[in-house]
């Protein structure tokens, strides 16, 4: 948008800009100017759109906006969201917040509000939506698209519509594909796919998710547990948990308690909160590497030499346990590797290991008997010691997370830190034994 109209506050000229705009954009636009400009220019939003434009506003944005618009403006934006989204805001905003906007919802649509809050967290019933379309199998074709047109306006998605019977049970479903296809006088029926992928409303979010990579889907229903139609999914739903959960997953691998504030709305004293107690964990761990340097006190006085290779031990061992973690970890959450592969995976990352180590030990053996003045004992010592350390380092990185998945713990939390800690102790007491009996110190 043009710099000199925000800087001359012209809304004329601003609305006219929104108008044609696509509704991401326009919170783009909105996220981006100062924030009485931006409160301003939202107000000047027609209702529809004004709706539309909110659910993709920030947190932070959306707060601000409640704060200063009239009650009557709070309705007919609540009241025009779509359930979910309206239930995502709800969740987000401070108590008061909350109250103010629930006290100008529908009683119909407070009720669902209240509903969908009492789902867990976690939950396939907290991310889905009511604003679906429902057909009858004994309807024509035509009597199909007469009942979307009637309804569809008000509904998340109309290129999927469900069919159910009379007490709500999903049978089946018909895309917009197939029944434009199909002759007018066709009953649904007939054409419907009664194989349907479905979710239950206690199904975990995450699993959910993964669900609609794997099936290619727009969008997905919700039964209860007697299969009766509650809700459905749709697939910018889906996309919105699994970056929540990338989030979760990176914050976790790298030693941090997630967050489910903004960065910059987060204060520091949360931010150290959520890192102090992970640091302390890994500093007193790391503790026991000392105690296996300190227990070679002698053959490092007699060959002080050994402590220069230390560093670069412990760093290849780390990085290594990181890499094997980091594949298993993904192969988990994408349901591409299950514990009932935990010998296959072990299998091979020991095969890839053998071979990655043997690479390392050909150059490191090089250029520490150059280095070294022709030394072929320490260059042997310390290559076996790599060679064991890379082998060990794959190991424990592929096994640990399938570990933490049997104990139905994140497999994020055996990530790299926790790894390396385990790994670094392992490569010390492999690199003084081998010291002690190939060098007699």
């Known amino acids: 948008m043009d710099r000199k109209i925000l800087e001359e506050r012209d809304y004329a000229a601003i ?33 529809d759109k004004a709706a539309e434009v909110f659910a993709y506003l920030s947190r932070d944005t959306r707060e601000k906006v409640v704060e200063v618009i009239t009650d009557k403006e709070i309705s007919g934006i609540i009241n025009a969201l779509f359930l979910d989204d309206a239930v ?20 119909d649509k407070r009720d669902m509000i209240n509903q969908f809050l009492k789902y867990p967290e976690d939950s396939a ?25 009637a309804t569809g306006i008000n509904k ?16 089946g479903a018909v895309t917009a594909r197939s029944l434009m296809l199909a002759e007018p006088d066709e009953v649904i029926g007939a054409i419907m796919d009664r194989e349907v992928i479905s979710a239950t409303t206690t199904d975990d979010k995450e699993s959910l998710s993964n669900d609609f990579r794997k099936y290619a889907l727009l969008a997905m229903p919700v039964v209860d547990h007697e299969n009766r139609l509650v809700g459905i999914v749709t697939v910018d ?9 990338a989030t979760e997953d990176f914050e976790l691998m790298a030693a941090m308690s997630p967050s489910e504030e903004p960065y910059l709305r987060t204060s520091a004293w949360v931010h150290t909160k959520n890192r102090v107690v992970w640091l302390l964990l890994l500093m007193l761990s790391a503790t026991v590497t000392g105690a296996i340097i ?13 402590v220069a290779f230390i560093p670069m031990l ?23 590797v299950s514990l009932s592969d935990v010998l296959e995976v072990l299998w091979k990352e020991i095969k890839v290991a053998v071979m990655c180590g043997a690479a390392l030990v050909v150059v490191n053996f090089v250029r520490i008997w150059l280095t070294s003045g022709h030394n072929v004992t320490m260059a042997l010592t310390v290559s076996l010691a790599l060679y064991a350390t890379v082998i060990m380092a794959k190991a424990i990185g592929s096994m640990l997370p399938m570990a933490a998945k049997k104990f139905r713990l994140d497999p994020a939390v055996m990530a790299a830190p926790v790894i390396t800690t385990i790994v670094d102790a392992g490569a010390l007491l492999a690199y003084f034994s081998l010291a002690k009996v190939l060098m007699h110190i």
């Open 294 to 306: 300190s227990s070679f006190e002698d053959a490092l006085a007699v060959l002080p030499a050994l």
């Open 314 to 336: 412990m760093d290849t061992g780390g990085n290594a346990g990181a890499q094997s973690s980091t594949l298993v970890i993904r192969g988990l959450a994408l349901e591409e």
């Open 156 to 171: 998340e998605t109309i290129y999927t519509c469900y069919v159910t019977d009379r007490e709500r049970r999903l049978l």
């Open 15 to 47: 609305r006219e800009e929104f108008r044609g705009m696509n509704i991401v954009d326009v919170a783009d636009e909105l996220e981006e100017m100062e924030e009485d400009v931006a409160i301003a220019a939202f107000r000047m939003l027609p209702k």
């Open 237 to 245: 739903d889906a996309i919105m948990v699994q970056e929540e959960e």
């Open 125 to 149: 019933g907290s991310v889905m939506t009511v604003e679906y379309v429902s057909l009858k199998e004994t309807m024509t074709v035509r009597e199909a698209f007469a009942s979307i047109r």
């Open 88 to 107: 995502d805001f709800i969740e987000e905003m401070p108590a008061n917040v909350v109250r103010r906007v629930l006290a100008h919802v529908r009683p």
